[in-house]
Structure formats: structure tokens, C-alpha cells
């Protein structure tokens, strides 16, 4: 999310996994690549139409090699995690988190109304493409499967990808950066002036933890919080019924 605010304060309207969230198209379009529907050149020019012209994050950057060559002088800015391997591991385990509190299937015992929802189908369908193409792995193991695995074996796959993309990418395209190094690089790589604001520091696993907790406070009260108001609703209904006025008595 840093990255992303300070590519749009230089100016890129920036393509992020939040925009599948904003407008359920793009997630449907992700869904039609997972299930062989579309190209992914179909989902590029889908994007591009809309504007976009920087892209970022999951699952645009399982297409980076594809954007390449679809874009050839396009640049590839290679985010790299401040606390290298280990700090990503621990990030993505804090978003896979949120990601099974939003996705995971309705049931008695865990009544998540959200997985029902058709564009949240669709975005769990377009997670299931991360670390296919880079990282080599089964559709969905990545997102849903990361945690049957040993302990290290995320940031095993955080390199595998680190390498595809230096092995791909010409070096005179590609900037390894990580946001605490501030403006400088990013902006002489990207040929613009820098900002005279400071670089964006936004805290995503803090962000994620907190909203995971209050989806979670949501999925499990809105059943007896329903039930709660249509009792209310039904008092409050008897309660105003006009009471029939009683016969007087003749004398």
C-alpha cells in the first residue's frame, strides 16, 4: 500500500488488488482467466482501458513477464520487503489470515454470509492464480495452502519469485527497491522530480489484522443480531395494534 500511494503521487493511476475489490468487472474478468474464459491479454486490455497504467500487487504481478511484452517499455520496479524473506512471511501469513475470514465457506458453526456473495467469489477465484506462473505451485496453494507446509517455506517461494523476475527482466528495466529508501531511487528510475512530501508509510498488517477482526465480529453476531430485531420489530408491531374498545353496558 505504500508503494502503491506513492506511485500515485507521482502521478500513475496504479492497479492493485483493491481495484477487484471496487469494481466487481475486474473481478470477474480475473475469474474468467482462472477458469480459461479469456487471455490474459484480454485482462490487460481491460485494464488499460480503464485507465490504468501502472500495475502492482496480486494478481497482476503473477503476469509481470506477460505485461513485458505486452508493454515493452514498460519498467519493472521489483518490491522488495524491508525485512527481506522472513518479514514477508509474516506479512502474507497476516493477509491469508483476512483472506480465510472473508472466503472461507458458509457453515452452522462459521456463518459467513461474505462467501456467498458472488464478487467475492470472484476474488477468491483470481487468489487462486497467485505463485502459479511464479513460484510454480498448484492453483490455490498459495493462498489457501500456504500453512500445511513447513515453517520457511514462504520465504522460499518470496525468492523463487525474486528470481524469475531478475532473470527476466533486463537490468536496465528492472529497480530493486523497498520503500524505506524513500523517493530517490523510485524517482530517478522512473525519470520524474521527487515529491516535496514525505514517502507514504502505510501500515497494511496492522490495517489487515484490525479489519480481520472486525469482519469476524460481524460473521459471527449478525445472525442473533437479526433475530434480536425481528423480535424487536415483531413487539413493537403488537404494541401498536389499536386495542378494541369494549361494549358499554345498556342501562
Not at 506479512?91 to 467475492?120: A, D, G
Request: proline share 6%.
Amino acid at each position: 500500500m505504500s508503494m502503491q500511494e506513492a506511485l500515485r503521487t507521482l502521478g500513475y493511476k496504479t492497479y492493485h488488488m483493491e481495484a477487484l475489490m471496487r469494481d466487481g468487472s475486474h473481478a470477474k474478468k480475473w475469474r474468467e482467466l482462472s477458469e480459461g474464459k479469456v487471455s490474459v491479454n484480454e485482462v490487460f486490455e481491460k485494464i488499460a482501458k480503464d485507465g490504468y497504467n501502472a500495475t502492482m500487487d496480486n494478481p497482476m504481478c503473477e503476469y509481470f513477464a506477460e505485461q513485458s511484452k505486452m508493454f515493452p517499455d514498460a519498467k519493472v520496479i521489483l518490491t522488495l520487503h524491508p525485512k527481506e524473506a522472513a518479514g514477508w512471511e509474516k506479512s502474507f501469513s497476516t493477509l491469508m489470515e483476512f483472506v480465510r475470514v472473508q472466503s472461507s465457506p458458509f457453515s452452522l458453526f462459521y456463518p459467513n454470509f461474505l462467501s456467498l456473495i458472488p464478487s467475492i467469489q470472484d476474488l477468491n477465484a483470481a487468489r487462486c492464480l497467485m505463485g502459479q506462473k511464479t513460484m510454480w505451485l498448484e492453483p490455490c496453494e498459495l493462498t489457501y495452502g500456504y500453512d500445511q507446509h513447513r515453517e520457511g517455506w514462504l520465504a522460499t517461494q518470496y525468492e523463487k519469485h525474486n528470481a524469475m523476475v531478475r532473470t527476466l527482466v533486463p537490468e536496465e528495466k528492472l529497480l530493486e527497491f523497498t520503500v524505506t529508501e524513500g523517493w530517490e531511487p523510485l524517482c530517478s528510475f522512473l525519470e520524474l522530480p521527487v515529491p516535496d512530501v514525505p514517502f507514504p508509510k502505510v501500515n497494511d498488517s496492522a490495517f489487515i489484522a484490525r479489519l480481520g477482526l472486525i469482519l469476524k465480529v460481524v460473521i459471527y453476531s449478525w445472525i442473533p443480531v437479526t433475530v434480536l430485531l425481528l423480535m424487536c420489530l415483531r413487539r413493537c408491531c403488537r404494541s401498536s395494534k389499536p386495542k378494541p374498545q369494549s361494549r358499554e353496558k345498556a342501562d
